[in-house]
């Protein structure tokens, strides 16, 4: 049987509203009607917009807010976005304004803003992996990016409009150096409650992103993940064998990509983590795009995947939300993952770790800790392909 993406669900906790969107198509429902039903303001950054069909839909809805009187603003990441600056003109011609997040006019080129967010009237914002582009609504039968979004109402969206609006001031403003984006992210306060915005980037102390994952990780008994790449440095690693050791630790990870060095850079990672007792699942059915932790009761859902470049480099957002009805609804679609999955125990990746594979893997491993995804993407070292038993 075909596998099937999950319907929507919804679950209210602490005072907010959170609506998840496993399947592409209503993912791209959810986008285009959170712009339709704007009045006052659309806040919009992402990383990746291609100039295709569903772009263009995106843009066109866009371009029709600002004409009803909403003030958009639109920002792409300067690295991440093909499309050219004449696609987005529509926008600017009714109204609108837009921009480009570009790391590249300071010595920080390898950076990249990697987040990804849509907020309607300061109260109603979309989150999570997927950009706007055809590949990450497809279908599994069309090899489309298997991705999560949350729609997400109540106090922490004043959150993620100040935090756009960071953005915005940097990115409009000439003289601004990356310094003052690092600065941001080292200040940023997503405070101690049981919903918090976290901020990822590039700075010498652990970031909010960072330093949260670490507490939450460091007394765990139980950790779910999913991720579309997984290279994290070693202390994460250590602290994922030590919860496989005193309790459960689950990893869906993917067998499928359109970058291949991002699976060999997992892969060169599961002998310890086997042999620690994690159970580690590939899946199947299409392209995996999710980013997703549930430790213990605290979920996290955003942009940010469990690699040196998303924890280390990257201008990253996820948010946590500590509520144990969500954590086992979630926990729940990762069920129905699994079974659409490899179990890959040690004999299974010890038959396919021949001295060919590992030498590829390490290498992957190298490459993505540095490079950014879609250099990645690009080489052809023999690690591109993602059918590599």
């Known amino acids: 049987m075909a596998y099937r993406d999950p319907d929507p669900f919804s ?93 590249r006019r300071s010595v920080r080129y390898l950076i990249r803003n990697h987040q990804k967010l849509v907020i309607a009237d300061d109260a109603t914002a979309l989150i999570g992996g997927f950009n706007v582009s055809e590949h990450y609504f497809a279908p599994p039968s069309e090899n489309g990016w298997h991705d999560l979004g949350l729609e997400v109402q109540g106090p922490v969206v004043s959150q993620l409009t100040a935090w756009f609006d960071c953005l915005a001031r940097w990115t409009h403003d000439r003289r601004a150096r990356f310094g003052d984006v690092r600065r941001l992210v080292r200040e940023w306060s997503p405070g101690d409650g049981p919903v918090r915005l976290l901020i990822g980037g590039p700075t010498r102390v652990p970031n909010s992103l960072v330093a949260t994952i670490k507490r939450d990780l460091a007394r765990a008994t139980r950790l779910d993940l999913v991720m579309a790449y997984f290279s994290p440095p070693l202390s994460m690693r250590r602290l994922i064998r030590r919860i496989a050791g005193r309790g459960t630790a689950r990893l869906v990870m993917a067998a499928r990509s359109d970058n291949g060095a991002t699976i060999g850079a997992a892969r060169s990672l599961y002998t310890r983590l086997l042999k620690s007792g994690a159970a580690i699942y590939e899946f199947l059915p299409c392209k995996l795009h999710m980013k997703l932790l549930v430790i213990d009761d605290a979920a996290y859902v955003g942009s940010a995947n469990f690699d040196m470049r998303s924890l280390r480099l990257n201008l990253e957002m996820m948010l946590r939300v500590d509520d144990a009805p969500l954590a086992a609804k979630l926990r729940e679609m990762i069920d129905g993952m699994t079974q659409a999955s490899e179990a890959i125990t040690l004999p299974v990746h010890l038959a396919r770790r021949n001295w060919f594979n590992a030498i590829r893997w390490k290498l992957s491993f190298l490459l993505v800790g540095v490079l950014d995804y879609t250099v990645t993407r690009r080489l052809n070292l023999g690690l591109t392909s993602g059918e590599e038993d």
């Open 11 to 103: 679950l209210s906790a602490h005072g907010h509203e959170l609506t998840f969107y496993p399947c592409g198509q209503d993912r791209l429902r959810a986008l285009i009607d959170i712009i339709g039903r704007a009045r006052t303001s659309l806040h919009v950054y992402y990383y990746l917009f291609e100039d295709d069909s569903i772009g263009e839909q995106v843009r066109n809805a866009l371009a029709e807010a600002a004409r009803r009187g909403v003030a958009v603003r639109l920002i792409v990441d300067g690295f991440g976005t093909a499309a050219p600056d004449a696609f987005f003109e529509p926008i600017v011609d009714s109204g609108g304004s837009f921009a480009t997040f570009n790391a």
